[in-house]
């Protein structure tokens, strides 16, 4: 479980998160969902113990992620919104370092290396250096990294960007299977029908602050809108007058 209590970040003047709470439960797809500069990348870097709140905090399964940050990100897999690959190495030497940096090594890491360069459509690219790769190569191999080591909470930034139609529904399916297996999964995305089409859970946010929270459903009996891209759309405006509550327990 991810736990995001009062967080506030700022830098300089600006206002990154501002009192920012978010519940992502075990086995739930939770989506944050918000447009540019809402505070979701500021907060996943808290959440995997990049940055320190100026005030709130983050847990990962109960450990905090400032006080107990390597615990944390143990427990902890992340696809980054940069994906910051090394030219020099292979798809599967990126695989295998990170796997070492979480303590893993020998036959065990090998096969789990092997069974994520076969799930995620890797076979032709996977003995190849990272310079000159595709987007999409890039977010496998990232992707790769960070559920090498099998953890129970994953945070996804744009799990599918750069893919094509047929990879972009692959993923989507190992994560409902995550999913289903009883991990964590806390997700953003720009691309509407890919929230509608995973997320158990959504909570909007904007200017650093959660304006509503709730599953689809409920969230489109609060709105009055049967899409969730107009969902959105109501939630941000509030010259349509439709007076939503903040959210606040989720």
Sequence with gaps: MIEVHDLAKAFGRVQAVDGLSVLARDGEITGLIGPNGAGKTT??????????????????????????RIEAQRRLGVLPDVRGLYP???????????????????PALEAR??????????AEFADR???????GQELKVALGRALVHAPHNIILDEPTNGLDVVSSRAVRQLIREM?????????????MAEVQALCDRLI?????RSLISGT???????????????????????????????????
């Design 179 to 191: 999913r289903d297996a009883g991990h964590c999964i806390l997700l953003s995305s720009h691309i």
């Design 216 to 250: 689809p459903d409920e969230l489109r009996a609060l709105t009055g809108a049967e899409d969730l891209e107009d969902v959105f759309v109501q939630a941000l405006n509030p010259s349509l007058g439709l007076g939503l509550p903040r959210a606040a327990a989720l």
């Design 43 to 68: 907060t996943f870097r808290v959440i995997y113990g990049l940055l320190k709140p100026d005030r709130g905090h983050a847990q990962v399964d109960g450990l905090d992620t400032t006080e107990q």
């Design 88 to 106: 020099r190495l292979t798809a599967r030497e990126h695989i295998r370092y990170y796997g070492n940096l979480h303590g893993l090594s020998g």
């Design 129 to 135: 250096r990272a310079k000159g790769f595709s987007r």
């Design 113 to 122: 290396i092997e069974e994520l360069v076969q799930r995620l459509g890797m």
């Design 204 to 208: 909007i946010i904007s200017h650093g």
